[in-house]
T-cell receptor, first 120, second 112 residues
């Protein structure tokens, strides 16, 4: 089945530094990937839609200059948290839909295992 | 506005069937019902989806009412490893560029 890999699975950084999180579709291509953020005891919140070869689309309230998204190929999207602060500490999860799925009417997304960011 | 309503939490004894309800009374004719679960500190895992008919796979069964306003996810023989948050999501079909929007889900606790 489709597999989405995220790296790193956890990262600790100092306040003010930048952190990059990679999301890869291992056995399929994805023109679109989605980034979510999850705070403790809360549900997943959609941050942005990453489009291969074009600019990402950000949800209302998400700062595009702070959360840089690059979808450079059909199998890789990256999320860079710039000038991270403690309030950016969260669980970041990406997902993708396999192109050309047999059940092409459905929008089944495959999710990565998540990346836990702690900013000190 | 939330498109689905689920109970906040449910308990189930190990080995028994877990029946998780979901209300989606405003579902449109072009929307599927999806179920995902999230085990603590992991990414969501796809379970099953359906449009009109009941569906079954190796993980669970999905029962959708005839009017499609509600559905039930059934885990036939719950195990401790099924303890997780279960999300019921509705989303339009044939929209590959559409993200899934998660509600609060149901926390299922399976105990021995």
């Amino acid at each position: 089945g489709a597999v989405v890999s995220q790296h790193p699975s956890w990262v600790i950084c100092k306040s003010g530094t930048s952190v990059k999180i990679e999301c890869r579709s291992l056995d399929f291509q994805a023109t679109t990937m989605f980034w979510y953020r999850q705070f403790p005891k809360q549900s997943l919140m959609l941050m942005a839609t990453s489009n291969e070869g074009s600019k990402a689309t950000y949800e209302q309230g998400v700062e595009k200059d702070k959360f840089l998204i690059n979808h450079a190929s059909l199998t890789l999207s990256t999320l860079t948290v710039t000038s991270a602060h403690p309030e950016d500490s969260s669980f970041y999860i990406c997902s993708a839909r396999e192109q050309g799925r047999a059940d092409s009417g459905a929008n089944v997304l495959t999710f990565g295992a998540g990346s836990r960011l702690t900013v000190l | 506005d939330a498109k689905t309503t689920q109970p906040t939490s449910m308990d189930c004894a190990e080995g028994r069937a877990a029946n998780l309800p979901c209300n989606h009374s405003t579902i449109s004719g072009n929307e599927y019902v999806y179920w995902y679960r999230q085990i603590h500190s992991q990414g969501p895992q796809y379970i099953i989806h359906g449009l009109k008919n009941n569906e079954t796979n190796e993980m669970a069964s999905l029962i959708i009412t005839e009017d499609r306003k509600s559905s039930t996810l059934i885990l036939p023989h719950a195990t401790l490893r099924d303890t997780a948050v279960y999300y019921c999501i509705v989303s339009p079909l044939n929209q590959a560029g559409t993200a899934l929007i998660f509600g609060k889900g149901t926390t299922l606790s399976v105990s021995s």
